[in-house]
């Protein structure tokens, strides 16, 4: 089952490149999403999932990230992500859900979640992305980025 803002096909800009990428998720700060677990962000102490969740990409352009999450966000859900840079510094980049699609997860990955065999596919597009991080974005998903 597939959820798409504009309700019709894809029409996405900037071609998708395999990548796999660190990904630190930041929701609005309402509480509503409490993900049950605790993760530790750069330079802090760890902190209750309410607000943060980390994943990894599946691909990335410079207008968006493909994630695969082990529960459903909201189509037009505002969030900050930052994607980590192989120097190890982050990308902080302001996106929105663009599309979830459910998929069935099936072998070794079933038996690790706590919702077996849900998984959400989540395309995020990126909003305001400047030159420099364009660039970026672009070296990344061509595994070239500093």
Same mark, same amino acid.
């Given at each position: 089952?597939?959820?798409?803002?504009?309700?019709?096909?894809?029409?996405?800009?900037?071609?998708?490149?395999?990548?796999?990428?660190?990904?630190?998720?930041?929701?609005?700060?309402?509480?509503?999403? @409490?993900?049950?677990?605790?993760?530790?962000?750069?330079?802090?102490?760890?902190?209750?999932?309410? @607000?943060? @969740?980390?994943?990894?990409?599946?691909?990335?352009? &410079?207008?968006?990230?493909?994630?695969?999450?082990?529960?459903?966000?909201?189509?037009?859900?505002?969030?900050?992500?930052?994607?980590?840079?192989?120097?190890?510094?982050?990308?902080?980049?302001?996106?929105?859900?663009?599309?979830?699609?459910?998929?069935?997860?099936?072998?070794?990955?079933?038996?690790?979640?706590?919702?077996?065999?849900? &998984?959400?596919?989540?395309?995020?597009?990126?909003?305001?992305?400047?030159?420099?991080?364009?660039?970026?974005?672009?070296?990344?998903?061509?595994?070239?980025?500093?």
């Amino acid at each position: 089952m597939r959820f798409d803002a504009g309700g019709g096909p894809e029409q996405r800009r900037e071609p998708r490149y395999p990548a796999r990428v660190a990904v630190t998720l930041r929701f609005p700060s309402t509480g509503i999403y @409490d993900l049950g677990f605790e993760i530790a962000v750069a330079g802090q102490q760890p902190v209750s999932g309410h @607000d943060i @969740d980390s994943c990894e990409s599946l691909n990335l352009s &410079r207008g968006g990230v493909m994630l695969e999450l082990p529960y459903q966000l909201p189509v037009g859900q505002p969030l900050s992500v930052a994607l980590q840079l192989p120097s190890g510094r982050d990308l902080p980049l302001e996106a929105e859900v663009r599309h979830v699609e459910e998929v069935e997860v099936t072998g070794a990955w079933a038996g690790l979640e706590a919702s077996p065999h849900r &998984r959400y596919q989540t395309g995020l597009a990126f909003l305001d992305v400047g030159p420099r991080e364009a660039a970026l974005l672009e070296s990344l998903a061509h595994g070239r980025a500093g």
